[in-house]
Structures are given as structure tokens and as C-alpha cells.
């Protein structure tokens, strides 16, 4: 296994921003971020590629969220700005060690972190 440590939510006003990070325990090629809301299915919210520095993100963030990384603490943060109540979801941070293969889907990765629960009022 693959310690995966998020850190970062909490509970923020409409508009607001946080800032989630994922710090794994060695080198991942490919990093991601997903969520899952009560009631809803697990979603893609954003992925790197971090031999590139390759992003891509779901449509529902594109513009208002960043993913980026520091490969020299295997680290990739989640900057999520103009944030709104539909953005409340427990926010899980995946990883994998496959070279060459990135997609934004949970089926993918190989390594989860436990979550982080992010919480936007009204």
C-alpha cells in the first residue's frame, strides 16, 4: 500500500476558496482528485500527470479549480476557488504508478486516501 495523507477541507461561504493536498509516501505518475456527494456517485474532479505536468479537468471545475505538484514532496494540491454548495463532497485523493496511462476515472487508480470532507454554505 501507498499512504495517500489529504489534507485541506473544511467549511467555507459561496465564492469562497480552499486548498486540498495529497502527499504520497513515494513517486506516483498519476494523481488525482475525485468526489463523491451523499446520495451521489463517485466523480473525476481533476488529474495530473505528473511526469509531464499534464492536467485535466471535469467541466463542472474547469476555470474555478487547479491541480498542480511538487514532485519533490510527491505532493499534489487542489485549489479550489469561487467555490459553491454543489461543490459539497467528501474529496478523495487517488493515485497510480502506471507510466504513460492517466485517465479521470476512479477504476484507474490504485491507491486512495481516506478523504477529505469540504463543506460550502449559501
Known amino acids: 500500500q501507498v499512504p495517500l495523507v489529504e489534507s485541506g477541507g473544511g467549511s467555507v461561504q459561496a465564492g469562497g476558496s480552499l486548498r486540498l493536498s495529497c502527499a504520497a509516501s513515494?513517486?506516483?505518475?498519476?494523481m488525482g482528485w475525485f468526489r463523491q456527494a451523499p446520495g451521489k456517485e463517485r466523480e473525476g474532479v481533476a488529474r495530473?500527470?505528473?511526469?509531464?505536468?499534464?492536467?485535466y479537468y471535469a467541466d463542472s471545475v474547469k476555470g474555478r479549480f487547479t491541480i498542480s505538484q511538487d514532485n519533490a514532496k510527491n505532493t499534489v494540491y487542489l485549489q479550489m476557488n469561487s467555490l459553491k454548495p454543489e461543490d459539497t463532497a467528501m474529496y478523495y485523493c487517488?493515485?497510480?504508478?502506471?507510466?504513460?496511462?492517466?485517465?479521470?476515472?476512479?477504476?484507474?487508480?490504485?491507491?486512495w486516501g481516506q478523504g477529505t470532507q469540504v463543506t460550502v454554505s449559501s
Open positions: 495530473i500527470y505528473t511526469g509531464s505536468g499534464n492536467t
Open positions: 513515494r513517486y506516483m505518475y498519476c
Open positions: 487517488a493515485a497510480d504508478r502506471s507510466v504513460g496511462v492517466c485517465r479521470l476515472e476512479s477504476s484507474e487508480f490504485n491507491y
